[in-house]
């Protein structure tokens, strides 16, 4: 079998029906806040079962409204994982965080809460502002025994879910749960970049239940500016509007936030398309040295990556791009990147990351691959390790 294009290992999909929606929108009153953006986020937090989505210009702004709403400053202290992209971390150094980062469970690649309570108990109460658990890959971190643990240790929880729009689990008392409903996390954020699971450009939201940090989150949105006359000092009139804080500018506009109800509209049968392309792989790979990922009878993946471990990674990293398709390793561990190792982070500080990245490769996984292109890979894939 000849596949004459390369196949990257992500790829947006824009339907008819979203280029028309865009056009309809770019036709309208407002190209930025207008209509559309309440839309999504009402839509969007009844998805995944929030009180409040803040739609924002994209999911590192998320991250770093978060730790804003959360009131993080200079020298706090934050736990995250490795395994992620440097985002999750960097949207709490823009507050001046200090970034601690917590090993993973080698079979979940997620932040492993075992070493997280290990890390916490080692330190008075009250020592971590916040844990940023990252549902990688589009498997749904535990959180409920991660907010077990923030209620003894007090701290935040800002679960960064932009992996795994979609994806649920269920809890320990038998309850679903869709990743975002923020049960036990205090925020979740997401990224509609082009290659998550919602693709507006750019893009990101963060849901909460909790009222005080959707108004910061909110006014943090656009420059700390508010008009709502329930909350300014005085009030001169009509026009009359108040800068409370220093805020920035990490609105949306109307144009993305159509593209995004539009695709919201298909993100049921995008996760399900996942989950099957997931299972062909998983079949195909069984009984070789391939390790296939293991997920827990209680979750549903959202699969934003599907990640094979492999002896030779670099060896089959080159060899697929020789046949036109493009793998991905993902993530090198945030603690090796140079600008953390400034902090006193080094290789061999989280082994079982750096294990993970030395035999990591990500292969294509998005919705509209092709069964052929599906089975050309896993042919050559196969051919590589026999
Ligand atoms: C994509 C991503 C982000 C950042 O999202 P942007 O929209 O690109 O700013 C943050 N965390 C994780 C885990 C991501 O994959």
Known sequence: ?????????????????????????????????????????????????????????????????????????????????????????NGFRYCGAEIVFCDINPDTFLL???????????????????????????????????????????????????????????????????????????????????????????????????????????????????????????????WYYEMQELGYNYRITDIQAALGISQLNRLDWSIKRRQEIANRYNEAFAGTSIITPKVADNISHAYHLYIIQIEKRKELYDYLRTQNIFAQVLYVPAHTMPYYRQFGWKHGDCPVAENYYAHCLALPMFPTLTQEEQEYIIDKVLGFVK
Do not use: W
């Open 112 to 238: 492993d809460v075992d070493k997280l309570e290990e890390i916490l108990k080692a330190s008075p109460k009250g020592t971590y502002k916040a844990v940023v658990p990252v549902d990688f890959a589009g498997y749904p971190c535990d959180v409920e025994r991660i907010r077990s643990l923030a209620d003894e240790y007090g701290f935040a929880i800002v679960e960064d879910a932009c992996h795994a729009p979609g994806g649920s689990y269920v809890d320990s008392k038998g309850i679903k749960h869709k990743v975002g409903d923020c049960a036990y996390s205090d925020m979740t954020v997401f990224s509609y970049h082009p290659v998550k699971h919602i693709a507006t450009g750019e893009g990101g939201s963060v849901t909460t239940n909790r009222e005080d940090l959707y108004e910061k989150l909110s006014l943090y949105r656009t420059h700390g500016i508010t008009k709502n006359p329930d909350k300014l000092e005085k009030n001169d009139g009509g």
């Open 1 to 89: 079998m000849i596949i004459d294009h390369p196949i990257s290992y992500g790829r947006q999909y824009v339907s008819d029906d979203d280029i028309a929606a865009v056009v309809e929108t770019l036709k309208s009153d407002y190209l930025t806040q207008g209509p559309k953006i309440k839309e999504f986020e009402d839509k969007f937090a009844a998805y995944v079962g929030a009180k409040h989505d803040v739609l924002v210009s994209n999911g590192t702004a998320g991250l770093h409204l978060s730790a804003l709403a959360l009131g993080i400053r200079p020298g706090d202290k934050v736990i995250t994982t490795p395994i992620t992209f440097v985002a999750s971390a």
